[in-house]
């Protein structure tokens, strides 16, 4: 078992440590921040950092000052770096992008507060973009979504990292309560299915797009069948 709260990641010199703070699709409120701010300040963190997931990471932060920096953020505080669920990006969508087509932003936020590092058997970061320039990194992300004039598309199995994978193209032209229908059912069979730490790469990998289909997708009303 770890001598340090769980949450905190242990850095490159071997002796400080980073905590991330959460902002659910990449949005911060100005109390946030200041929140950050006033801990940096008093822990002398040296480093604040936005992530490639759209998070704010506290770097440097020393193992005497782990339990109170976590105490200060509280439930903003990211609690685990397990196998889990470990964020959902988006970008600004139609809400704000004139190229957006569906609200990228409001399906992101019902998605973190559904998944919130929700354990599974590897880990699980889901990117959502309002437009097929995928600004949300959908391609590339082991759940993709991205909107189209028609509805959302949804991706499998996308990874960046020394393996780079586009996910595969699982529906498309979908409502958003059959995104979510959609990504729960996959996110079930992976993990009554993938082997402890296979990433949805690999696992799509070694299933295969055929298998997925006669397991799980031909059972599903709303994908038609293959002409
Ligand atoms: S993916 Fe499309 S909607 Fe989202 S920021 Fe990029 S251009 Fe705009």
């Known amino acids: 078992m ?37 801990i940096a300040r008093k822990f002398h963190v ?40 470990r964020f959902v990006q988006s970008c600004p969508g139609i809400r704000n992008c004139r190229n957006g087509m569906q609200d990228s932003l409001g399906l992101a936020i019902e998605m973190e507060a559904r998944y919130r590092e929700r354990p599974f058997p590897g880990k699980i970061k889901i990117g959502i973009s309002g437009c097929q320039r995928c600004c949300g990194e959908s391609h590339t992300r082991d759940i993709g979504i991205m909107g189209s004039k028609n509805g959302w598309t949804v991706f499998f199995g996308g990874n960046n990292g020394t393996r780079p994978r586009f996910g595969d193209v699982i529906a498309k032209n979908l ?42 997708l031909t059972k599903i009303p709303y994908i038609p069948l293959e002409p």
């Open 2 to 38: 770890a001598d340090h709260p769980e949450g905190a990641i242990l850095q490159r010199d071997g002796e400080t440590y980073s905590v991330m703070a959460r902002s659910p699709a990449g949005l911060v409120t100005p109390e946030l921040l200041v929140k950050i701010a006033a």
């Open 175 to 216: 409502s958003t309560d059959e995104v979510q229908d959609l990504v729960s059912r996959l996110l079930e069979y992976y993990r009554l299915n993938a082997q402890p730490k296979e990433r949805s790469a690999r696992f799509m990998e070694r299933i295969t797009m055929e298998r997925l289909n006669s397991d799980l």
């Open 46 to 85: 040296p480093m604040v950092k936005i992530t490639s997931g759209q998070r704010i990471a506290l770097i440097g932060i020393k193992k005497e000052d782990l339990a109170s920096v976590f105490d200060e953020l509280g439930t903003d505080a990211v609690r685990k770096t397990g196998p889990c669920i």
